[in-house]
T-cell receptor, first 114, second 111 residues
């Protein structure tokens, strides 16, 4: 079975540009999570969806960040406009049942904002 | 106080020794607990899950949970250089449905 698929793997762009990260969860998984990982702050939960509905977006840093899940097999995380402090590795993870089952992580997107 | 705290690293052990990784949490209603391993430049991968008080063994790995003390640990027996990685503790409030991760403990196993 295919795991969680994220794209792109690497993104380098200039400050002020729009960045869109994509995620395809494992088929049959009902919950999807977006995380950001940096050396300073560790792994931070940004937002999570249950059955395509955003449940908790309290970790989204500010209005420049937005996330959507239009269907069960696709989600996007968008940053507009991007800033150098957004540079990090962004992970998407999915699970069958949020809370009681472990999460399966994608390979991540390494984002660098110049 | 952080919601999930792990013993500060880095932790270094010789090959063949037992590595002990500890994690404490503050949310008393947490019900699911997971240990993930993350190699440098890679994504976290699940190595152990535990839901009830006591010990759970899987090969060289043993997870221990004490809900009264709000404490979960991971023991790695016969440590190998390939165990060198960062270990993340994740604590889940089942009602809220989300995981809170510790900052991780970096383990180095020296040949």
């Amino acid at each position: 079975d295919a795991g969680v698929i994220q794209s792109p793997r690497h993104e380098v762009t200039e400050m002020g540009q729009e960045v869109t990260l994509r995620c395809k969860p494992i088929s049959g998984h009902n919950s999807l999570f977006w995380y950001r990982q940096t050396m300073m702050r560790g792994l931070e939960l940004l937002i999570y969806f249950n059955n395509n509905v955003p449940i908790d977006d309290s970790g989204m840093p500010e209005d420049r960040f937005s996330a959507k899940m239009p269907n069960a097999s696709f989600s996007t995380l968008k940053i507009q406009p991007s800033e150098p402090r957004d540079s990090a590795v962004y992970f998407c993870a999915s699970t069958m049942t949020a809370g009681s089952q472990p999460q399966h992580f994608g390979d991540g997107t390494r984002l660098s904002i110049l | 106080q952080k919601e999930v705290e792990q013993n500060s690293g880095p932790l270094s052990v010789p090959e063949g020794a037992i590595a002990s990784l500890n994690c404490t949490y503050s949310d008393r209603v947490s019900q699911s607990f997971f240990w993930y391993r993350q190699y440098s430049g890679k994504s976290p991968e699940l190595i152990m899950s535990i839901y009830s008080n006591g010990d759970k063994e899987d090969g060289r790995f043993t997870a221990q949970l004490n809900k009264a003390s709000q404490y979960v640990s991971l023991l790695i027996r016969d440590s190998q250089p390939s165990d060198s990685a960062t270990y993340l503790c994740a604590v889940v409030n089942t009602n809220a449905g989300k995981s809170t991760f510790g900052d991780g403990t970096t383990l180095t196993v020296k040949p």
